[in-house]
C-alpha cells in the first residue's frame, strides 16, 4: 500500500535529530515533493502522535517558529527547542549552527 503525503512527512519529521531543526521545505523535498511546503504545515498541525512525530523541530527557513503551533503556540515550540540545546539569535533559530544537514533531493 502507497503511504499518504502525509505519512511520508512524518516519516521524515521523525528523523530530524534530537537538537535540530529543518525547514518545512527541507521536510517537502526529502518526503518526496519540493512544492509540498505548505502541506508540510498542515501535516504538522494535524500531527497524530505528537510525542513521536517531533513537529516542533520544524521551522521556516529563516529559523522562526510558527505562531499557529498547534501544540501550545510558537513560545511553547521555542520552549521544546531550547530544552533540546538549540539556540536562537532573536526570534530565529541559528540555521548555520542547528539546521539538519540531511541532504535534499
Same mark, same amino acid.
Given at each position: 500500500?502507497?503511504?499518504?503525503?502525509?505519512?511520508?512527512?512524518?516519516?521524515?519529521?521523525?528523523?530530524?535529530?534530537?537538537?535540530?531543526?529543518? #525547514?518545512?521545505?527541507?521536510?517537502?523535498?526529502?518526503?518526496?515533493?519540493?512544492?509540498?511546503?505548505?502541506?508540510?504545515?498542515?501535516?504538522?498541525?494535524?500531527?497524530?502522535?505528537?510525542?513521536?512525530?517531533?513537529?516542533?523541530?520544524?521551522?521556516?527557513?529563516?529559523?522562526?517558529?510558527?505562531?499557529?503551533?498547534?501544540?501550545?503556540?510558537?513560545?511553547?515550540?521555542?520552549?521544546?527547542?531550547?530544552?533540546?540545546?538549540?539556540?536562537?539569535?532573536?526570534?530565529?533559530?541559528?540555521?548555520?549552527?542547528?539546521?539538519?544537514?540531511?541532504? #535534499?533531493?
Amino acid at each position: 500500500m502507497e503511504q499518504s503525503a502525509f505519512e511520508k512527512i512524518y516519516e521524515v519529521v521523525k528523523q530530524i535529530p534530537y537538537g535540530q531543526v529543518a #525547514t518545512y521545505g527541507q521536510v517537502a523535498a526529502l518526503a518526496g515533493n519540493k512544492r509540498w511546503a505548505r502541506a508540510v504545515g498542515y501535516a504538522l498541525h494535524a500531527n497524530p502522535d505528537p510525542e513521536h512525530i517531533p513537529c516542533y523541530r520544524v521551522v521556516n527557513r529563516e529559523g522562526r517558529v510558527s505562531d499557529a503551533f498547534a501544540f501550545g503556540g510558537g513560545n511553547r515550540q521555542v520552549e521544546l527547542l531550547k530544552a533540546e540545546g538549540v539556540e536562537f539569535a532573536g526570534d530565529c533559530v541559528d540555521m548555520k549552527q542547528y539546521q539538519w544537514e540531511k541532504p #535534499t533531493y
